[in-house]
């Protein structure tokens, strides 16, 4: 029996879901029943403009019929055996990722968070194997993101935002420092720093990139100190900055990079990549995982990333974001626009983020809200500048109904 054959209503569907469903998301009021290329497409045939992607994620389009076919293929083979035995699609992907990225180790999890937690533990676990039981301390950056585990939620640098409050005390061994400050960064260096943990550009914390000065400082500053470098780039990695991972527009390198969401296509996949040296810090039985390295997620990343790569939507990204942002300073109340790539912040000048989200919604197009005044733009990397010209044209229409409203509410 297939699941999409069972005969029930939209409305039993969502009435199902608000009965059993913990719910920690706001919903979007349809039932998505399929999606292709730049599209989501709801319970009765009405086709949705995907600007976000699946937070990131479907970067090669939705469904894309490599990815699909990839899983097909292997799901009948081998769904799943732990990593025991040798498969082929997870050295196939090892090879492929480590020589993309020109790293030398590879380590496999299921998704971004988890993938943040290994590059924690490695990071901590070279420090006290190296330089003694104390040399764990990392520092992170104020507005980042890493995660809702224990371990990457604590290295978020967002000490009042929802998924820290109720969750403390969180796991000691981190300070925040202020994003794009280098001697903040200094600052909060001390004898048992072991490690700087960045988003090259802060997703969550919204939309904002590191500046190449920065950037050149950090790793200055990780020299000098004998740190290492980390990266987490499970939001703006793989292609969408304009770059391969986004820290390679910095001609920089790091020890650790974590990596996640467009990974997999769609499916459930993360990876940390390391320097041989570093990577030495697991051992046997020092690390593990069940699902990490799975044959099906290995093979759709396989798909995933060699579409990324041989249609070159990096290039892409980096054009079609280019134009976009540009139209989209004209947006009435917008403050600024930030990001690279297809990786976009639209700031406003008021409190109008939630309705100019809704209304997008009423005009059939998806999008992501940070806070109460950024919209961020997220979509598949197979965007068209006829794809972003009709993004625009919802996203300015939306706004000025958004102001529209906060202006007969007596708001602005």
Partial sequence: MKLSDVQKTPEEIKALTKKYMIE???RYDFVAQSAKGMY???ENGEAYLDFYGGIAVNSAGNCNEKVVAAVRDQVGDIMHTFNYPYTVPQALLAELVCQTLQMDKIFFQSTGTEANEAMIKMARKYGVDNYGPNKYHIITAKGSFH??????MSATGQPDNACQIGFKPVVPGFSYAEFNNVDDFRAKVTEDTIAIMLEPIQGEGGVTPATPEFMDDIVALCKEKGLLLLFDEVQCGWCRSGKTMAYMDYGVKPDIVSMAKAMGGGMPISAICASEEVSKAFSMGSHGTTFGGNPVCCAAAYAEIKELLDRDLAGNAEKVGGYLVEKLKTIPHVKEVRGKGLMIGIEFDASIGHNVKHEC??????????????IRLIPPLIATKEDCDQAYAILRDAAIAATNVMSDQGVM
């Fill in 361 to 374: 919604f009423d005009r059939k197009m998806l999008v992501t809200l940070i806070g109460d005044r950024i």
């Fill in 147 to 152: 995660g809702r585990t224990y371990g990457a």
């Fill in 40 to 42: 989501l497409y709801g």
């Fill in 24 to 26: 920690t998301y706001e």
